[in-house]
């Protein structure tokens, strides 16, 4: 089993459109998690970090579900602009940027 | 602000040859990463350095090597590339904080 798990996609979702992508990890001592987002032949961005409390960033909502191992994207009004790769980001017990593990990515296609 | 800089962007390569990653940040970062990313699959660590002069190996290290020149330059060595190193490599900075990605290196070994 992977470490951090995501569904490849794509979502091909129109404008406007609400969707919604989880992430699963195996690690149950994980310490923080991240969402990063990549446009195509890119580097990976940070998009935002994920508490346990759950946080908001405009159209961007992030949840953390310890109990199960899952946190998850909700990205409300997509926008054209949207469309890129969502990488969910993990860490290791030890903590420290050395010890991310990347999910392969969650490609989300917007269309008009 | 020019942030983690990447050279070359583009390479192509036989196998058995031998070439350097070039990475520099200007962010004052102590650490810095180096990445490999393949389709399907997640960034893979390679190797890391928490500080100027020190590097650790990552989760795929063999058949690289690394220095840490200085605070600013990380660099990745590959000295008798082959196929499976195929690949977009990525370098990263942070310093208690997030990574900060350079803009990759498309490396096809032929």
């Known amino acids: 089993r992977k470490e951090v798990e995501q569904d490849p996609g794509p979502f091909n979702v129109p404008e406007g459109a609400t969707v919604a992508f989880n992430c699963t990890y195996s690690?149950?001592?994980?310490?923080?998690f991240f969402w990063y987002r990549q446009d195509c032949r890119k580097e990976p961005k940070l998009l935002m970090s994920?508490?346990?409390s759950g946080n908001e960033d405009g159209r961007f909502t992030a949840q953390l579900n310890r109990a199960s191992q899952y946190i998850s994207l909700l990205i409300r009004d997509s926008k054209l602009s949207d469309s890129a790769t969502y990488l969910c980001v993990v860490n290791g017990v030890s903590g420290g940027y050395n010890k991310l593990i990347f999910g392969a990515g969650t490609r989300l296609a917007v269309h008009p | 602000n020019a942030g983690v800089t990447q050279t070359p962007k583009f390479q192509v390569l036989k196998t058995g040859q031998s070439m350097t990653l070039q990475c520099a940040q200007d962010m004052n970062h102590n650490s810095m990463y180096w990445y490999r990313q393949d389709p399907g699959m997640g960034l893979r660590l390679i190797y890391y350095?928490?500080?100027?002069?020190?590097?650790d190996k990552g989760e795929v290290p063999n058949g690289y090597n690394v220095s840490r020149l200085n605070k600013r330059e990380f660099s990745l060595r590959l000295e008798s590339a082959a196929p499976s190193q195929t690949s977009v490599y990525f370098c990263?900075?942070?310093?208690?904080?997030?990574?900060?990605f350079g803009n990759g290196t498309r490396l096809t070994v032929t």
């Open positions: 994920v508490y346990s």
């Open positions: 690690n149950s001592a994980s310490q923080s």
């Open positions: 350095s928490a500080s100027e002069g020190t590097t």
């Open positions: 990263a900075s942070s310093e208690n904080s997030p990574l900060h």
